[in-house]
Nanobody, 125 residues
Framework: QVQLVESGGGLVQVGESLTLSCAAS????????VGWFRRAPGKGREFVAG????????YYADSVKGRFTISRDNAKNTVYLQMNSLKPEDTAVYYC??????????????????WGQGTQVTVSS
């Protein structure tokens, strides 16, 4: 079982940047795909970005494309989400999660068996 811990959230102003980290324990992490999701107040869990085990394929939600960058360092068992040009609508709890690959319904949170506890990102105008 992979255990995931997110960090790096906080309160920022519109247009500022944050980098989230997802640190994992467990030998299988480096062979898994990772997704970042977010849940805004009163809304469901939304796919943000995904990365395959070897960083060969990246996916982004349209709402963050061009502003967010997902990356990973398997030697450090960590996946990152660099968030630039933040907007108030990016305010949410951000979660990382793992699944074997990014085939099929990779945007569906129900297809990810392992989750972190989340980290709050608040963008103030």
């Amino acid at each position: 079982q992979v255990q995931l811990v997110e960090s790096g959230g906080g309160l920022v102003q519109v247009g500022e940047s944050l980098t989230l980290s997802c640190a994992a324990s467990g030998r299988t992490f480096s062979s898994n795909a990772v997704g970042w999701f977010r849940r805004a107040p009163g809304k469901g869990r939304e796919f943000v970005a995904g990365i395959t085990w070897n960083s060969g394929t990246l996916y982004y939600a349209d709402s963050v494309k061009g502003r967010f960058t997902i990356s990973r360092d398997n030697a450090k068992n960590t996946v990152y989400l660099q968030m630039n040009s933040l907007k108030p609508e990016d305010t949410a709890v951000y979660y990382c999660a793992t699944r074997p690959n990014l085939y099929g319904e990779y945007v569906a949170w129900t297809t990810y068996p392992n989750w972190g506890q989340g980290t709050q990102v608040t963008v103030s105008s």
